[in-house]
Nanobody
């Protein structure tokens, strides 16, 4: 069982930056793959970024490539999402999700993740 807690959301102007954190409980969190997803009002949840347990593999949605960076510190049981050059269309509730490492499993589907945090609101004003 893994519990996830996100933090770092808030209100920022377009062009600004935020860093989200996802803290996982449990001694085995370092063995879990982690994804960030977001959901805007009236829209479906969408994939944002993924990091493997060892951080050797990262994947991004096209819409955030080059602006967002996912990283992790397994000693702190924490995964980060650094968000730069934020746009109003980035406004959403951002959630992290985790799963045990699964070879060749798809990373962009929310259904592939077993554990979810409660989410943190990110609002980007124009």
């Amino acid at each position: 069982q893994v519990q996830l807690v996100e933090s770092g959301g808030g209100l920022v102007q377009a062009g600004g930056s935020l860093r989200l954190s996802c803290v996982g409980s449990g001694r085995t969190f370092g063995n879990y793959e982690v994804g960030w997803f977001r959901q805007a009002p009236g829209k479906e949840r969408e994939f944002v970024a993924f990091v493997s347990w060892s951080a050797t593999r990262t994947i991004y949605a096209d819409s955030v490539q080059g602006r967002f960076t996912i990283s992790r510190d397994n000693a702190k049981n924490t995964v980060y999402l650094q968000m730069n050059s934020l746009k109003p269309e980035d406004t959403a509730v951002y959630s992290c999700a985790a799963r045990p490492s699964v070879p060749r499993a798809t990373v962009r589907s929310a259904s592939g993740y077993a554990y979810w945090g409660q989410g943190t609101q990110v609002t980007v004003s124009s």
